[in-house]
């Protein structure tokens, strides 16, 4: 599956952004879709995931309550909502795709197979 995200841009401090993730491609409703970012100098971050079919969420605890991800099937796209945006979340945001594993290590970037190029969101104090 190809990913394109997009949605990102330059907002102000306490704005909220919604991100788009659209798949190309057939059975999107079968891949464990998430979302990671990576800021300047750091490493890869996982922010949230979403599962297949019973559409669970998962975060890390440092994204609990911002952050919130859905998708919807019959378009093909997974979105992440941000609220109370801040400085600190500045960074390129990518959506990846698993269609393989089961289990709950969605925090692993190995686990998905396939990553959108990114989408530049930068929060202004």
């Known amino acids: 599956v190809q990913l394109q995200a997009s949605g990102g841009g330059l907002v102000q401090a306490g704005d909220s952004l919604r991100l788009s993730c659209v798949a190309s491609?057939?059975?999107?409703?079968?891949?464990?879709m998430a979302w990671f970012r990576q800021a300047p100098g750091k490493e890869r971050e996982f922010v949230g995931a979403?599962?297949?079919?019973?559409?669970?969420?998962y975060y890390p605890d440092s994204m609990k309550g911002r952050f919130t991800v859905s998708r919807d099937n019959g378009k093909n796209t997974v979105y992440l909502q941000i609220n109370g945006l801040k400085p600190e979340d500045t960074a390129v945001y990518y959506c990846?795709?698993?269609?393989?594993?089961?289990?709950?290590?969605?925090?692993?970037?190995?686990?998905?197979?396939?990553w959108g190029r990114g989408t530049q969101v930068t929060v202004s104090s």
């Open positions: 990846a795709a698993d269609g393989i594993y089961s289990g709950t290590r969605f925090s692993d970037p190995d686990r998905y197979q396939s």
């Open positions: 491609g057939r059975g999107f409703g079968g891949y464990v």
């Open positions: 979403i599962t297949r079919t019973e559409q669970n969420t």
